[in-house]
């Protein structure tokens, strides 16, 4: 009995070695981020063999492989448009519809430089805060479209919202429209394959991004395509929050109502959206020869004077472009900075960027959900609140249902609506976009909302948050160690 336990203790000691050892030199060979690889490392020992697999699993590194193409003559088309205006920035004879907007040159720039995004200046924005409301309006426009219909959404649940919305693309691809739905394959798993092979017999093309080798396995499983998209013949675009399912109706028990924020658009910021639509479709669908040019439509009418940037991210670059427009304007504010997001999981130079901001005395408010749909995730949230409670900052917790917002307004100016959460997943992992606003108007609604939520709300003082519970604080302890791979 003895010779067995010395024997399994030696055995063991040979696999813990073994195991960091190889922790140590794959992460090492990656040069992970510094934080992240720590988390990695003692995920991977304190379960040897398991936390290994998870590692292969969840954190390939795929920032060297260029996953979305342009062609050549692409490439050089739009780089020809995106120099001209740069160099219109930056020898200052840009002419803005609002002269103020050049006070944020500098945030302009740098996503025409980093995130190779075009600045439009004439579109018109509307906000939708309700689900009902926002798909009432896209159906509608669906089912006006004359040449085509492009849908790219990360979650579409199997229920009536989707069949409704599947029955209209079955409808219009028999009346000749073009149907594209791309759909990412974890946020998809639901759907049966009867209702893809319907909506490809009735002459609708659907294809899943990274798609799974099994029902619930996936090698790419930390890698999804979280953005949301719609494009209808060119010239209406929609991002924003929302998802396809009920759930996002309001219509159930789990969350309840479901407060959330999209925008559509009409103008040249449209073209964008329909680019970062066709990189990805080529992506998923391996069709290659898709010629964009054919897809896009310039506005020759003056929808409306919003200033817009379409910004993309993704694990495929080692820039985090979102998270470094959110970072621009948070440097660049001077009275107030309003965040809504579902998660708060920010990286160290978020932290930083925003305690410089409220030390400064900008005013900083972040609103939360009041539920966790990731509890670990939610307890994270509740730790770095705390942390920037303690510097002036002022939190509020969402009561009237769950709020899944992404959107961050600085001094009635400038605003950011989109899919990425404030956290490191959708900083680094997700494929995501948002809409970078220079428009005042734009940015009072959404300053407007704000506050209206702030009525349903109630503050998280500093008060109440060092008198938390034991147990919360032992899970925000927890939630915080694994929150660079949460």
């Known amino acids: 009995?003895?010779?067995?336990?010395?024997?399994?203790?030696?055995?063991?000691?040979?696999?813990?070695?073994?195991?960091?050892?190889?922790?140590?030199?794959?992460?090492?060979?990656?040069?992970?981020?510094?934080?992240?690889?720590?988390?990695?490392?003692?995920?991977?020992?304190?379960?040897?063999?398991?936390?290994?697999?998870?590692?292969?699993?969840?954190?390939?590194?795929?920032?060297?492989?260029?996953?979305?193409?342009?062609?050549?003559?692409?490439?050089?088309?739009?780089?020809?448009?995106?120099?001209?205006?740069?160099?219109?920035?930056?020898?200052?004879?840009?002419?803005?519809?609002?002269?103020?907007?050049?006070m944020y040159r500098d945030i302009i720039i740098f996503h025409n430089k980093l995130s190779e995004a075009s600045f439009t200046q004439n579109n018109d924005i509307t906000i939708f805060t309700n689900g009902q409301e926002k798909f009432d309006r896209l159906i509608d426009e669906m089912k006006a479209a004359k040449t085509h219909i492009h849908l790219q959404y990360y979650i579409v649940k199997n229920d009536m919202l989707s069949s409704h919305i599947f029955d209209v693309c079955k409808q219009k691809a028999k009346e000749g429209v073009e149907i594209r739905l791309l759909i990412d394959h974890i946020g998809g798993r639901h759907l049966p394959k009867s209702t893809i092979n319907d909506l490809r017999n009735s002459g609708c093309e659907v294809y899943f991004f990274f798609p799974s080798l099994f029902k619930y396995f996936n090698l790419k499983a930390n890698y999804r395509n979280h953005r949301k998209i719609a494009v209808i013949d060119g010239c209406i675009g929609y991002v924003g929050g929302f998802n396809i399912g009920m759930e996002y109706l309001g219509l159930r028990k789990r969350f309840g109502k479901w407060r959330d924020t999209h925008i559509r658009i009409l103008g040249d910021a449209v073209i964008q959206l329909q680019i970062r639509f066709l990189l990805d479709w080529r992506s998923a669908s391996k069709k290659q020869l898709i010629d964009i040019a054919r897809y896009i439509k310039y506005n020759k009418d003056h929808p409306g004077d919003a200033g817009v940037q379409i910004v993309s991210s993704g694990p495929d670059s080692i820039n985090q472009q979102i998270k470094q427009g959110y970072i621009k304007m948070i440097n660049s504010a001077r009275?107030?900075?309003?965040?809504?997001?579902?998660?708060?999981?920010?990286?160290?130079?978020?932290?930083?960027?925003?305690?410089?901001?409220?030390?400064?005395?900008?005013?900083?408010?972040?609103?939360?959900?009041?539920?966790?749909?990731?509890?670990?995730?939610?307890?994270?949230?509740?730790?770095?609140?705390?942390?920037?409670?303690?510097?002036?900052?002022?939190?509020?917790?969402?009561?009237?249902?769950?709020?899944?917002?992404?959107?961050?307004?600085?001094?009635?100016?400038?605003?950011?609506?989109?899919t990425c959460n404030f956290d490191i997943r959708s900083f680094r992992l997700n494929f995501e976009v948002n809409a970078f606003i220079y428009d005042k108007p734009t940015s009072q609604s959404l300053c407007s909302i704000f506050n209206q939520d702030i009525l349903v709300s109630r503050e998280l003082t500093l008060e109440d948050y060092l008198h938390r519970p034991f147990s919360i604080k032992v899970k925000e302890s927890i939630s915080r160690l694994f929150s660079p791979v949460l």
Request: overall charge negative; cysteine-free; aromatic content about 18%.
């Open 1 to 102: 009995m003895i010779t067995y336990i010395a024997t399994f203790t030696q055995n063991y000691t040979i696999v813990l070695i073994l195991n960091l050892i190889f922790s140590i030199i794959i992460i090492s060979l990656e040069r992970r981020n510094p934080i992240s690889a720590l988390a990695w490392l003692f995920f991977m020992t304190m379960l040897p063999g398991i936390g290994f697999f998870f590692y292969l699993l969840l954190s390939q590194n795929i920032s060297k492989r260029k996953i979305f193409k342009y062609t050549h003559e692409e490439s050089a088309a739009y780089n020809f448009v995106l120099d001209k205006q740069r160099l219109a920035l930056e020898k200052g004879f840009f002419k803005y519809n609002d002269p103020d907007m050049d």
């Open 335 to 418: 009275k107030y900075i309003y965040i809504q997001t579902p998660y708060f999981v920010p990286d160290e130079s978020v932290i930083e960027a925003l305690k410089i901001a409220v030390v400064s005395g900008v005013d900083l408010r972040i609103m939360f959900p009041n539920k966790p749909d990731h509890p670990f995730v939610y307890w994270a949230t509740y730790s770095f609140i705390g942390e920037l409670l303690m510097y002036g900052a002022k939190a509020y917790i969402y009561d009237d249902g769950f709020i899944h917002t992404k959107a961050i307004i600085v001094d009635d100016a400038i605003s950011s609506v989109g």
